[in-house]
T-cell receptor
Framework: TQLLEQSPQFLSIQEGENLTVYCNSS?????LQWYRQEPGEGPVLLVT?????EVKKLKRLTFQFGDARKDSSLHITAAQPGDTGLYLC???????????????FGQGTILTVHP | DAGVIQSPRHEVTEMGQEVTLRCKPI?????LFWYRQTMMRGLELLIY????????DSGMPEDRFSAKMPNASFSTLKIQPSEPRDSAVYFC???????????FGQGTRLTVV
């Protein structure tokens, strides 16, 4: 079983601060995705990274994929209360045979941004 | 497109009863996933289908759980008999392919009393 470890589990910050969330695994990802989930809703895809060392930006969010494709980070600049939510990383691992679509999620980071 | 549609949104049932959760994926998406989310275990993959065929069901907890996808626009997850420990939010998601990103439904909150 492939495990994705996210840290920290909880993050409580003030509006305007910066933060970084980490996602690590002992296995190599085919690709890695970041999602954001709000209470009562399903996760919503933010970004997909595929190439080792890749960096993608989405407004104030910066996503980085490790060179060895075993880790990733999400950095938020000048956090706002609207960024509050559960942030999930998900890795696509090739499980052998025909099971190449197995999307496995980390435990998530609960972010609270106080005004 | 209306997105992934799940029904019911909420289900309360008594232990021992059969429960059926339903999902309509986004048209044209070849992959369909069933996940279960709890505070303790997070988001767990139960089973996924490719072109209506079950590919990996290693996450299905036990024989009480079964999933079907009779056609490209419909899937069910059945629990029979249900137990209190099955209480969770069950999500269905669909995607165009591996690595394409999954689109989730709003989930079914199941409570077994």
């Amino acid at each position: 079983t492939q495990l994705l470890e996210q840290s920290p589990q909880f993050l409580s910050i003030q509006e305007g601060e910066n933060l970084t969330v980490y996602c690590n695994s002992s296995s190599v990802f085919s690709s890695l995705q970041w999602y954001r989930q709000e209470p009562g809703e399903g996760p919503v895809l933010l970004v997909t990274v595929v190439t080792g060392g890749e960096v993608k930006k989405l407004k104030r969010l910066t996503f980085q994929f490790g060179d060895a494709r075993k880790d990733s980070s999400l950095h938020i600049t000048a956090a706002q209360p609207g960024d509050t939510g559960l942030y999930l990383c998900a890795g696509l691992f090739w499980a052998g045979g025909t099971s190449y679509g197995k999307l496995t999620f980390g435990q998530g980071t609960i972010l609270t941004v106080h005004p | 497109d209306a997105g992934v549609i799940q029904s019911p949104r909420h289900e309360v049932t008594e232990m021992g009863q059969e429960v059926t959760l339903r999902c309509k994926p986004i048209s044209g998406h070849d992959y369909l996933f069933w996940y279960r989310q709890t505070m303790m275990r997070g988001l767990e993959l139960l089973i996924y289908f490719n072109n209506n065929v079950p590919i990996d069901d290693s996450g299905m907890p036990e024989d009480r759980f079964s999933a079907k996808m009779p056609n490209a626009s419909f899937s069910t997850l059945k629990i029979q008999p249900s137990e209190p420990r099955d209480s969770a939010v069950y999500f269905c998601a669909s995607s165009l392919g591996p690595g394409a990103g999954a689109f989730f439904g709003q989930g079914t909150r199941l409570t077994v009393v």
